[in-house]
């Protein structure tokens, strides 16, 4: 099956600063590579996601960034505010089933 | 319209008593899928329906966990004989066949004691 790895469990950065969180797949058959913001007892839900056919997408701050070779994706967040304060889950999948990542607990420090 | 429903919002229970939880999804939503969440970790996936094909069972972790899925809407996950260990948040998803965006209800927090 599918392993999804997800780094760092934790980051903190100062207000206006970017972040970037990294997830790996192993499944070479993972066509959809979605992201989750939870915030603290709340639903996951979803902020940006991605396919295999496209290498970037960008949603306002947000953007995601996809290698299919190297079976990696990454979330980077810029000029970050302090309700980006949240956990947040990368998945890998295709429509019948998905695979999420530890999760990375962002801090944005004002 | 209304979003994923899920009941109880909190179960408290005592060991080796059986559990029911109940996932209604959003109308027209024909994939559904069950994940838990222990504390401070990721999701973990237990089991998908899509329509009327037979669901995924996979990620089921043992022989004490069943769910089922009444009409092609709402789901039932049951836990039989609870241990200490099925003690998490289980969350519900649904989404729209061809489309991968799942929506999640707000869980269930279940309390083994």
């Known amino acids: 099956g599918e392993n999804v790895e997800q780094h760092p469990s934790t980051l903190s950065v100062q207000e206006g600063d970017s972040a970037v969180i990294k997830c790996t797949y192993s499944d070479s058959a993972s066509n959809y590579f979605p992201w989750y913001k939870q915030e603290l007892g709340k639903r996951p839900q979803l902020i940006i996601d991605?396919?295999?056919?496209?290498g970037e997408k960008k949603d306002q701050r947000i953007a995601v960034t996809l290698n299919k070779t190297a079976k990696h994706f990454s979330l980077h967040i810029t000029e970050t505010q302090p309700e980006d304060s949240a956990v947040y889950f990368c998945?890998?999948?295709?429509?019948?089933?998905?695979?999420f990542g530890s999760g990375t607990k962002l801090n944005v420090k004002p | 319209g209304a979003g994923v429903s899920q009941s109880p919002s909190n179960k408290v229970t005592e060991k080796g008593k059986d559990v029911e939880l109940r996932c209604d999804p959003i109308s027209g939503h024909t994939a559904l899928y069950w994940y838990r969440q222990s504390l401070g970790q990721g999701l973990e996936f237990l089991i998908y329906f899509q329509g009327n094909s037979a669901p995924d069972k996979s990620g089921l972790p043992s022989d004490r966990f069943s769910a089922e899925r009444t009409g092609g809407s709402v789901s039932t996950l049951t836990i039989q004989r609870t241990q200490q260990e099925d003690s998490a948040v289980y969350l519900c998803?649904?989404?729209?066949?061809?489309?991968?965006?799942?929506?999640f209800g707000p869980g269930t927090r279940l309390t083994v004691t």
């Open positions: 991605i396919r295999s056919n496209v």
């Open positions: 998803a649904s989404s729209f066949r061809g489309e991968n965006e799942q929506y």
């Open positions: 998945a890998a999948g295709n429509f019948n089933k998905f695979y």
